[in-house]
């Protein structure tokens, strides 16, 4: 079993590198888009328009894929049958390719009436609507793409395609200027590339791999059993995911009121905290999904129990001790990052409040991206779903409740509480179904988030004593990479040191099964 996580580890830090830089591409991605727009009524009007293709890629492509077609595929690959595997892929690509591109004519057909929702400028939206729209077919196919890799154990094609769309949404309105108008436009043109980007990195990868399809006609593609399951498998997928965007034009609509400033600051904070995620929790996900839907098909339930185990003992490793670092130094962070031009004190200020709520939710959801497909992995999409469905109810009331005395802030931590319900709620459902080492696996985990708060508490606390002394020092430097980007450097040393330091005198396994899967990648010649 150690060659199998460590496999994995290897695997998701192959794939969590190129998930950092694609992340920190997001970034820039961030600014590009401020510098080009700002605030304004083009920046509003291309948020707008770019809002329900983005809603609907989560839908069909990041939804669909993780939740019905890995684990369908990876059965038709245990079956080692492969005539029935590529009808399979052919059902899915003619079903999926059909779907995408009625829904994007739809959706272009109809812009005019669907942006009537928004209060931003509507004859700038519907177009910026029309022209995005094709993304979301290009995204679509590129996510089937990735399906068909991570099921093969194959990720660096899917870590690099999200590299590539940021590139090119960065890239274009810099090449192009106004040429197609305003710098919204360009960016929409920018954006329709980076989905055909991420399709064609991957497709080589594919067709390398020995995978052939193409169209079926729709009544054999629909009768395919794969197809079926799939489709059954996505429904409820489909309403958890809607759920989650009611919940986010909810919170969204609640931090408007919440003042001027609430609604902006969370989004910055939330781009911080995907960052974080990024580094390790999504790439752990992906590659752990496949592993656990092998042992469920195959009933090898010690396996899949232990593999469950370790992955939330490793998510466990990482979030916490950087969430309660991050909420220690936030303000520096934030200052370092954003503090520019419009971005001012009071910006920060904002930023910096709702950043401190949203971290400390980061353990939950990270342990979400493990518990979840653990389910998906057994074939069932409804629990996540209506645990889902709870998490909503629960952020929505405690918005609420909470934006009155706390405003932005409040919604944050709404949010973050809703993530723990959503991680409890899944917890008590894995215990009642009596996997055997399912429980033994949960309270190992459990025991192990005492122990690294513990841990985390211990490295955090000569940072917080310090952070005075570096203020005094640095605090008054006109550039911020002195004033705020020196005293996080010091501080993140201290704090590594002595969080490393502490792994090393208990001899923690978990860590050195991470170090020791690091090492062996090294070792092996004409591996990259």
């Not at 399912?438 to 985990?445: I, L």
Request: include cysteine; aromatic fraction near 10%; hydrophobic fraction near 55%.
């Amino acid at each position: 079993m150690s060659d199998e996580a460590g496999n994995m580890f290897r695997e998701g830090g192959k794939l969590s590198l190129l998930t950092m830089a694609s992340r920190i591409l997001g970034l820039a991605r961030e600014m590009t888009r401020a510098a080009f727009m700002g605030t304004g009524v083009l920046a509003d009007a291309f948020a707008a328009a770019f809002t329900l293709p983005n809603f609907l890629r989560r839908l069909f492509a990041e939804g669909s894929m993780t939740a019905a077609f890995i684990p369908t595929f990876t059965g038709y690959l245990a079956e080692k049958d492969e005539e029935k595997a590529k009808e399979f892929l052919s059902a899915t690509f003619t079903v999926l390719v059909a779907l995408v591109l009625a829904v994007v004519a739809l959706g272009i057909a109809f812009a005019p009436w669907i942006v009537l929702i928004f209060r931003s400028d509507r004859s700038e939206t519907a177009l910026l609507t029309q022209m995005m729209f094709p993304f979301l077919a290009l995204v679509s196919v590129a996510a089937f793409f990735q399906g068909i890799l991570n099921s093969i154990g194959v990720f660096t094609p899917s870590g690099m395609a999200p590299i590539l769309f940021n590139v090119c949404w960065i890239a274009v309105p810099y090449l192009v200027g106004n040429a197609f108008g305003n710098p919204a436009r360009a960016m929409a043109v920018g954006i329709v590339i980076g989905g055909f980007a991420q399709a064609l990195v991957q497709l080589p990868a594919v067709l390398r791999a020995g995978w052939r399809f193409g169209f079926i006609s729709p009544r054999r593609a629909l009768r395919n059993p794969g197809m079926r399951r799939v489709l059954a498998l996505v429904a409820p997928t489909i309403l958890g995911m809607a759920a989650y965007q009611v919940n986010f034009l909810v919170s969204s609509a609640l931090a408007t009121d919440a003042g001027t400033g609430a609604l902006s600051s969370i989004q910055y904070s939330l781009r911080l905290q995907e960052l974080v995620l990024g580094v390790f929790v999504v790439s752990l996900s992906t590659v752990l999904l496949p592993d656990l839907a092998g042992s469920a098909r195959e009933g090898d339930w010690g396996s899949y129990s232990d593999s469950l185990g370790k992955g939330l003992r490793a998510m466990i490793l990482v979030t916490v001790p950087v969430a309660l670092f991050s909420m220690v130094v936030g303000k520096d962070i934030v200052t370092l990052l954003f503090k520019a031009r419009e971005f001012d004190a009071e910006s920060v200020r904002l930023t910096t409040a709702a950043f401190f709520w949203h971290m400390t939710g980061l353990v939950f959801i990270a342990m979400n991206r493990v518990i979840a497909p653990a389910f998906y992995a057994c074939s069932d999409t409804k629990t996540p779903t209506w645990a889902g469905v709870v998490s909503f109810g629960a952020n929505i009331l405690l918005a609420v409740v909470l934006v009155g005395p706390m405003k932005g802030p409040g919604i944050a931590l709404a949010l973050s509480a809703a993530s723990a319900v959503n991680t409890f709620v899944l917890v008590a459902v894995l215990l009642r179904r009596n996997i055997p080492g399912a429980s033994r696996a949960v309270a190992a985990a459990g025991r192990y988030f005492l122990r690294l708060l513990a841990f985390s508490v211990l490295a955090v606390a000569p940072v917080l004593l310090a952070r005075r002394e570096f203020a005094q020092v640095f605090g008054s430097a006109r550039s911020r990479l002195v004033s705020a980007g020196l005293p996080l450097l010091l501080d993140t040393i201290v704090f590594a040191v002595i969080g490393v330091g502490l792994l090393v005198i208990s001899k923690d396994e978990m860590a050195a099964l991470i170090v020791s899967a690091l090492r062996r990648r090294r070792g092996r010649p004409g591996r990259g």
